[in-house]
């Protein structure tokens, strides 16, 4: 399928940095063809007028769970330890069996809506078992996206606190063996830090490095509590980091410091958490979040820029999780949203990468399209039927006692 999107103001890579020129974009199948001139032998099915619109790569969550999408607003205002174990995990053990088979159902949801995914279900364990019913579920459970070349999946060890070395370095051989990447919490409070140091008389981050699970491409998600050691290490290792400021702040466990890893040469990229701790799940505002909060805990507007928060949030996600995409440029992934310039959040349009970090909210995207395919057009959903998943979600929540 051909798509043209003519005379759009784009957000492109140049000299090492973005850049806003019109083009027109040439998208054939699934990946970007050309910019501004049309490749031989392209057909046009589809054109999309570009005026007064903004392209900008398709934003990169690269932390979050999706199973708690019926969390919203049931476990709030508390501290971590209480969050976790005494709320978010007795709903998770009420959760109906089909929707305790995360990879299966993130997975259909996936195919259905056309989105992309990297994905896989959490792992915790203590001995090096290759017979672990949980690795043997997420192994199985991975065939389900074997024919979708929107799904990419990798291992999910929980955390250094439900993991013992042990069983890292059996998640860390399978990962090895069978070319998985790596996706785990480190470092994501004090108590954790604490407990570590008193137990192991180590850091989180020396505690995972140890079991050669680094071996493998590994997203870490948080890394609150990380020294300079720390960062050393993970830059070595090229461990990416996924920073989550909004449910960091919401559970009162820090900052990432985010400029430090930078400055070590760590690739930080961006998340949202779940939606259990962090209500929202809007990158808009968490790019805002992120450029905004670094410079008041370290006392100077320059140390994060708009531009370097739109490379987190885009480029930097697709380095981290393998995907050729990220960039609105030839031979990357078709995944770009046009935004609608005609709304007070883009206006004047003097400086669109300043506005989308500090001024934009998400509901200026009009139109978007993934893979290739144009899965939402004027605001409207193409591939999901919304009243049947409001619905659904409804039953669930009165089922768990959520919707009082």
Sequence with gaps: MGILIKNVLAIVPKDGSDAVERHDIYIDGKTIAALDAAPAGFVAETTIDGTGRLAIPGLINAHTHTYMSMMRNAADDLSFTDWLFNTVQPIEDRLEPDQQMHIHQTTRAVRESGMRAVIGRGLVGDTYDRADYRLAEALEEMGDGADCDRLTFRLNPHAP??????????????????????????????????????????????????????????????????????????????????????????????????????????????????????????????????????????????????????????????????????????????????????????????NLIAALAYSACGSEVDTVIIDGKVVMEHRELRTIDEERVFAEIRRICHRLGLDK
């Excluded at 905004?292 to 987190?312: F, M, N, Q, V």
């Design 161 to 350: 606190y439900s993991c013992s070395q042990d069983y890292l370095r059996m998640v860390a051989d399978v990962a090895r063996e069978r070319g998985l990447g790596i996706h785990i919490h480190i470092a994501e409070g004090q108590v954790e830090s604490d407990n570590m140091w008193r137990d192991h008389h180590c850091t989180p981050v020396e505690y995972v490095a140890a079991t050669g699970l680094f071996d493998c491409p590994t997203v870490a998600a948080h890394c609150i509590r990380v020294n300079e050691s720390d960062i050393r290490i993970l830059a070595d290792d090229h461990v990416s980091v996924a920073t989550n400021p909004a449910s960091n702040m919401k559970l009162g466990n820090g900052f990432a410091p985010v400029p430090e890893l930078i400055a070590g040469g760590v690739n930080v990229c961006l998340g949202t958490d779940g939606v259990a701790s962090n209500n929202a799940q809007n990158m808009f505002r968490e790019m805002g979040l992120l450029a905004l909060i670094h410079k008041g805990t370290h006392d100077t507007p320059e140390c994060i820029s708009a531009d370097e928060t739109l490379r987190i949030a885009t480029a930097n996600g697709a380095r981290a999780l393998g995907l050729d995409a990220g960039m609105i440029e030839a031979g990357r992934l078709a995944d770009i949203a046009l935004l609608d310039l005609d709304t007070p959040s883009m206006m004047p349009n003097n």
